[in-house]
């Protein structure tokens, strides 16, 4: 008689690695859905892969508490974070909500001013996060991986830009403009 393969599968140890399996699709995938990753090759990608950093965060617990230096960015693996920033009245306000295969912070690889926001876990989330140390590390030992990340990082950020400040000013943040009441450029 033959025995079927779920016999010879340790069910302590099958059943763990069946889950890992079927939660997330592999991590070089993952990160070429992201549109500032989708032009690595997939060497590339396994590249990049062992140097991002993936983080979990419970519900209601703080990812970038606004005023800290900037370090790096965020891609949402899983779950969903809230942006907040303050209103006039000092209360803290959600001004967008981002989920799967969004990027957060994604301006602090090439801005080192403070982040301008808070931004905390909306439920159980899973973050990769990417940061200017490991930015600098591929420039000098990758030098065409690190251009690559670069240039798709800049042509990413004049739509991220016009989304946010759209955003921004249907809330009702009027700091957007200039003293002539015309939008700031």
Known sequence: MEASATEWEDPEWANLFRQEAQAHPPLEATLARVPVFSALTPRELWTLARIVHPRRFAAGET??????????FYLIRSGSVQILRRDAQGVN???GTLGPGELLGEFALVDGTPRTST???AERSELIGFF?????DIM?????LGCKILLSLAEQMGPTLARD?????DLGYDYLHDEEGLAAR
């Open 63 to 72: 990812i970038i508490r606004r005023g800290a230096e900037q370090s790096g």
């Open 140 to 144: 000098i030992t990758n030098p065409g």
């Open 119 to 121: 931004v905390v876990a």
């Open 165 to 169: 400040y759209q955003t921004l000013k």
């Open 93 to 95: 306000q959600v001004v």
């Open 132 to 136: 200017k140390p490991d930015l600098m």
